[in-house]
């Protein structure tokens, strides 16, 4: 499996944008659970979003909810993550990650994962 996110910037606070993961691999992409995670300068990677292999649920952490939204086209075999009113504090390396899950919740492990991309939020 191979992830490669793209989108990430340099944006003022209160902005928008939209990450994309996209997605290759033998086994097909709807056969995975994916998510968004982020890690800051100095702190440790945390749980951003995730989406279930049908999208029929979504999980998103406490401090982006209402404001992020995940979404994934298995058409494309892309998963992307909508930024809206973005703060400061969003600034982190995003990364993009699969795991191969036919569960009706996001998982929790992931097992694939991508480079990465800079996010920035001035204020």
């Known amino acids: 499996v191979q992830l490669a996110e793209s989108g990430g910037g340099l944006v003022q606070a209160g902005a928008s944008l939209r990450l994309s993961c996209a997605f290759s691999?033998?086994?097909?992409?709807?056969?995975?659970?994916m998510g968004w995670f982020r890690q800051a300068p100095g702190k440790e990677r945390e749980f951003v979003a995730a989406?279930?292999?049908?999208?029929?649920?979504?999980s998103y952490a406490d401090s982006v909810k209402g404001r992020f939204t995940i979404a994934r086209d298995d058409a494309r075999n892309t998963v992307d993550l909508q930024m809206n009113s973005l703060k400061p504090e969003d600034t982190a390396v995003y990364y993009c990650a699969a795991e191969i899950s036919r569960a009706t919740m996001p998982p929790y492990e992931y097992e694939h994962w991508g480079q990465g991309t800079q996010v920035t939020v001035s204020s």
């Open positions: 989406i279930t292999w049908s999208g029929s649920a979504t």
């Open positions: 691999g033998r086994t097909s992409f709807s056969s995975y659970a």
